[in-house]
């Protein structure tokens, strides 16, 4: 048996509730992990709020970093004792789990279980929206919004070490020091009424090559206005809320744009993938070349309070849970 937080209700953090619970299936390809430290995502509200519907009861959240306990009889790259993370498993608010080995990743001695526990599924996302969704050149300009964020600040930190220009933007004049900490070369606040002349300004009207916007509904349509013609849009996020539906003919009318909608395990959907990415994120921590966030540590029983800090908008450190 184990401990863990079950949803039975859609709604407010509250509902997030501990509770006994079994640990789960196995086969031959399975591992026992006993998680040291849990990620908590913002994709772990949109199931809790009931904006990606699950089936209830439902144990949430899908990072963690734990020790294997035990191996299935055919798993053959990790061994009982290793400490290794996954992202993208449902089911991670639980102190002991069996899980499918094949998606899992050893840690690197220079990166804290802590770390790889908060920052793993943002690491992972910057790596495929930068390298593989579209491969960042010195010569691009970029808008990253909410770029103080956990996962926003990832992505500046890398696409500047890449070379190119970055306009981050922010919901607040108090995330402007932690935007500009991030490497961006100009920080801007959305929600103002002349945010696209800014860009305009910025960019001698030759607008920019890619937006990245985990945002949503609160910069959607303006950011379409921001990219040059045959751009590409990332809306990889929406946390003011999904975007308005719009009309597909207004990606002609702006500059025959590209729109994507991407998420996370269409990108590791297979073990190798899951490594490469990994490996690479890991490298550039060990490097010094991004850094995440503080963090916030709550045990398991607190997991209603670490959202509520996930969801306060005036916090920069980056919540954990600690069985």
């Not at 959607?220 to 308005?244: H, Q, T, W, Y």
């Not at 490469?276 to 607190?302: C, E, K, Q």
Request: hydrophobic share 40%; proline share 4%; charged share 20%.
């Amino acid at each position: 048996m184990a401990k863990a937080i079950v949803l039975r209700e859609y709604g407010g953090p509250e509902n997030l509730r501990l509770e006994t619970v079994e640990t789960g299936t196995a086969d031959d390809a399975s591992i026992l992990i006993r998680n040291v430290a849990i990620g908590v995502n913002f994709i772990d509200t949109y199931f809790r709020r009931g904006i990606y519907p699950t089936t209830l009861p439902a144990v949430i959240g899908d990072q963690g970093v734990g020790i294997v306990e035990e191996c299935g009889s055919a798993v053959t790259h990790v061994n009982v004792g290793d400490r290794v993370a996954y992202a993208s498993i449902f089911g991670a608010y639980i102190d002991r789990r069996w899980v499918d080995s094949s998606q899992v990743v050893r840690v690197p001695d220079e990166v804290s279980s802590e770390v790889a526990a908060a920052s793993l599924t943002r690491g992972l996302t910057a790596e495929y929206l930068l390298f593989r969704l579209h491969s960042i050149k010195p010569s691009d300009t970029i808008i990253v919004h909410a770029a103080a964020g956990g996962t926003g600040s990832i992505i500046c930190q890398w696409a500047r070490h890449m070379g190119a220009r970055v306009i981050g933007t922010v919901g607040s004049e108090a995330k402007f020091d932690a935007a500009k900490q991030a490497g961006c070369d100009f920080v801007l606040l959305h929600s103002q009424d002349d945010f696209v002349e800014q860009i305009r300004d910025i960019t001698d009207g030759k607008l920019v090559d890619v937006v990245y916007d985990s945002v949503g509904k609160d910069t959607f349509n303006k950011s379409l206005e921001c990219i040059k013609p045959r751009g590409l849009m990332v809306a990889f996020g929406n946390a003011s809320g999904k975007p308005d539906p719009m009309d597909v003919l207004a990606l002609a009318r702006c500059g025959s744009l590209f729109l994507t909608r991407p998420i996370l395990t269409h990108y590791v959907s297979t073990q190798e993938e899951l490594e490469f990415s990994a490996a690479r994120y890991f490298a550039a921590l060990a490097d010094g070349i991004v850094t995440p966030h503080a963090l916030t540590a709550y045990s398991l029983n607190d997991a209603s309070a670490a959202h509520e800090h996930l969801e306060d908008r005036s916090k920069l450190s980056i919540p954990i849970l600690v069985p």
